[in-house]
């Protein structure tokens, strides 16, 4: 029996939304009980961790994270990524089946489960593939899948083109109650576009990806949710029609939720010129109008989880002619601080912002965590809000460095993460005991 | 011997990337200089020292006889050791990084790299890697420097000046990286731009770069001082982004109908290599009011005042 109490926080717990000074009750890794002002009693035995007034907020939960294992461990390893996980204040990942090989079978989510329990310090959640092979083709073992610890179904990078297909897979998958996660993306809209179709493309001579490469087949899948009555989540809009889209079929349905890069919250396509690489992301960034539209639908709830989007990749593909180079960007050291621009800029409210990485997740994927309730698990986290930092290249904790924010001035940082009540990160600026 | 073109100023920048990089003045000192390179090219002894010692790579990625013949030219006539290097890629079998290439070639200690290569921005990246001088051949669908430039005084040498006058660029705006140069090049000297082309070839913001956007080429050729035509890639184009070789050449290839719509003393230009037949009638492209062989003969003094321009030795420029 251990115990644990943090005291002198502000409690802040979205699920209830609840934002007031207390402290947090900590048994065996999970939560006791929340008080308010000091707690009574606390076991002589008990560890206390003053938390100097530092917000106490449940993990955050992060939808959308590729590592490189297994396959391509030098670009990110399980514990690499929970390492730089742990230290942005994300407790629990889901992590994409874009592996070598790909997770598309029972074995794997277990392999991916085992390794996470020996040598991640935060939960992986491993998502399956909604196809084999991620090809598109032919639907997976959905039922084996969930048995063996999947936490939803997805392509990942990949898109589903065929109506047809996508109807079978979200019947099946609602045999099994199971959520499908699926990036919308017409290949043939796509095409051989690198980046947001507009004038900076066309000045750039670097093809466009139109909105509507998005918002059609997410129209298509949301008549095909509908349809089949499966649990869907658009797993990352950008635009302001898939918005406008997911709200609509929102008032009709209570199974959908939609997905949101942190890149394409606090991002827009300007910051890609003049062929940067690193910005180069999926969905591509979009215009400062689209970006807008995805503060206003944050805050309507219309996107209802932010996510990292993590995915590590290393110099030899990143440092190419924009064209060539890949996609994709780090993200979990910066997923909070990214976020929480957008509280200071007085866009969005800090409750709405930490419910859209904790409580709303949690809802989605049917977890007990992402709430600091009697029963959940102890994943705890102290922020700082206002601490002042720069990103550096060599502070980067995860294997690769194509972060979007080297060298952005951001505010606000995790103090310290406890992972079922076991701190796994302190900040080197955490004040107080110890 | 002295330099024709030389001022004794230097030139403020290290690489030529873009026409997006220069103002309205360095534009018109480049066409001064290269105007006044003219006669170098048309004596019998076609050279001036200026780049002796100096070493010159010519790294294509994409073939270009001409383009890198002139170039090549160029440097010759200027006194520099050229080098040529073709570099043979595929999407499938890439071998080494464009990066790693740069580090190579910069070990060889090399005064100037002219680069093409298909993606936009190449170019750019790879001048961020070599301690020499860059300049841009051409980079995917972006600029084309040189091409803009050699343009420009082509026109200039009809026309007597750039200004006031109306150019109408007609094909592939979409995939041209000579129409973007040209209307970055002729919208800082005050030229009115018009684009031509199908729907499917035109970029989406394009009004932002051009004065006018036609769909109908005779409505766009009215009143025009200049015709510029683009080559269509038409083996990539048929059946996607026009139907048919045949209704692209009757509503979008010029012939002798169509330009006489133009004004009567217009000039057409082309950059090569024409399809004939796809986007221009060979009666035009071969015929009186054709300049397509003189903006050859411009490539080589723009290049040739580029390339001094980049490389001479102030020092040995004033004495």
């Known amino acids: ?434 | 011997m002295t330099n024709p073109a030389g001022t004794g100023r230097p030139f403020p920048h290290r690489n030529l990337l873009g026409i997006s990089q220069l103002n309205q003045f360095e534009i018109a000192e480049f066409l001064d200089r290269a105007e006044a390179m003219i006669p170098v090219s048309r004596q019998q002894r076609k050279s001036l020292p200026t780049l002796s010692g100096k070493t010159q790579i010519n790294l294509f990625y994409e073939p270009s006889t001409r383009t890198q013949a002139s170039f090549e030219i160029a440097g010759k006539r200027l006194g520099a050791q050229v080098t040529n290097m073709s570099v043979k890629t595929s999407s499938v079998t890439k071998g080494e990084t464009l990066i790693d290439t740069a580090a190579t070639l910069n070990a060889m200690q090399p005064d100037v790299i002219i680069v093409r290569h298909p993606a936009s921005g190449a170019v750019e990246l790879l001048s961020q890697k070599v301690g020499c001088a860059v300049i841009n051949a051409g980079d995917g669908s972006h600029e084309h420097p040189t091409q803009a430039l050699l343009d420009a005084l082509t026109i200039r040498q009809h026309k007597g000046r750039l200004a006031g006058l109306t150019v109408a660029i007609c094909g592939d705006i979409a995939n041209s990286r000579v129409a973007r140069s040209n209307l970055l090049l002729l919208g800082a000297m005050q030229v009115r731009t018009r684009v031509i082309a199908p729907r499917t070839l035109l970029p989406k913001g394009i009004e932002r770069l051009a004065t006018e956007v036609f769909t109908d080429m005779r409505e766009g050729l009215k009143g025009a001082d200049v015709v510029m035509m683009l080559r269509l890639q038409h083996e990539r184009a048929a059946g996607r982004l026009i139907p048919s070789v045949r209704e692209y050449y009757r509503f979008y290839g010029l012939d002798a109908e169509k330009l006489a719509l133009a004004k009567p003393d217009a000039i057409v230009m082309h950059p090569g290599p024409m399809n004939r037949g796809v986007e221009i009638d060979p009666a035009i492209a071969d015929g009186p009011r054709s300049v397509i062989t003189e903006q050859v003969e411009m490539g080589v003094a723009v290049r040739m005042a580029v390339l001094d321009a980049l490389l001479a030795d102030p020092s040995q420029v004033a004495a």
């Open chain 1, 1 to 434: 029996m251990s115990t644990l109490v943090i005291s002198n926080a502000r409690i802040i717990d979205p699920a209830s939304n609840t934002d007031h000074a207390g402290a947090v009750l900590v048994r065996d890794g999970k939560i006791e009980g929340v008080a308010a002002g000091a707690p009574a009693g606390v076991p002589e035995d008990a560890e206390v961790v003053d938390a100097r007034g530092l917000i106490a907020a449940p993990g955050l939960i992060d939808m959308r994270v590729f590592t490189g294992e297994p396959g391509h461990e030098y670009r990110e390893t399980l514990a690499t990524a929970s390492e730089a996980a742990a230290a942005g204040g994300v407790t629990s990942f889901v992590l994409m089946p874009d592996t070598t090989p790909v997770v598309d079978d029972g074995a794997i989510v277990d392999f991916i489960i085992r390794r996470a329990a020996a040598t991640a310090n935060v939960n992986v959640l491993p998502a399956a593939a909604l196809t084999r092979g991620l090809r598109g083709e032919e639907i997976t073992e959905y039922g084996l899948l969930r048995e063996a610890g999947a936490a939803y179904l997805t392509d990942g990078r990949g898109s589903i083109q065929s109506a047809g297909l996508m109807r079978a897979a979200m019947s099946y998958a609602a045999n099994f109650d199971m959520v499908i996660a699926h990036n919308t993306a017409d290949a043939s809209l796509v095409a051989d576009g690198v980046m947001n179709d507009g004038e900076l493309a066309t000045i750039s001579g670097l093809r466009g990806i139109p909105l509507e490469a998005e918002t059609i087949p997410l129209a298509r899948d949301l008549q095909l949710a509908a349809l089949t009555g499966v649990r869907y989540h658009a797993a990352q809009i950008s635009t302001a029609g898939s918005a406008t889209l997911v709200a609509a079929a929102k008032q009709k349905s209570q199974r959908l939720s939609a997905g949101l890069s942190i890149n394409n919250l606090a991002l827009n396509e300007n910051d890609v010129s003049p062929y940067r690489t690193f910005f180069k992301l999926s969905p591509p960034l979009r215009s400062e109008d689209d970006r807008q539209a995805m503060i206003e639908a944050l805050r309507s709830g219309a996107i209802d989880v932010i996510h990292s989007a993590h995915d590590p990749q290393d110099s030899e593909v990143k440092r190419q002619p924009f064209a060539e180079a890949s996609e994709g960007a780090i993200g979990l050291e910066t997923l909070l601080a990214a976020a929480l621009r957008l509280v200071h800029s007085g866009d969005v409210p800090l409750m709405t912002v930490l419910r859209a990485m904790t409580h709303r997740p949690a809802e989605v994927l049917g977890l007990t965590s992402g709430r600091l309730a009697a029963g959940a698990p102890a994943d705890i986290i102290l922020i700082d809000p206002d601490y002042p930092w720069v990103v550096a290249e060599k502070d980067i904790r995860s294997r690769s460095r194509n972060t979007a924010f080297e060298g952005a001035k951001l505010q606000g940082a995790v103090m310290e993460t406890f992972v079922a009540g076991r701190s796994v990160f302190r900040h080197a600026d955490r004040r107080g005991d110890k």
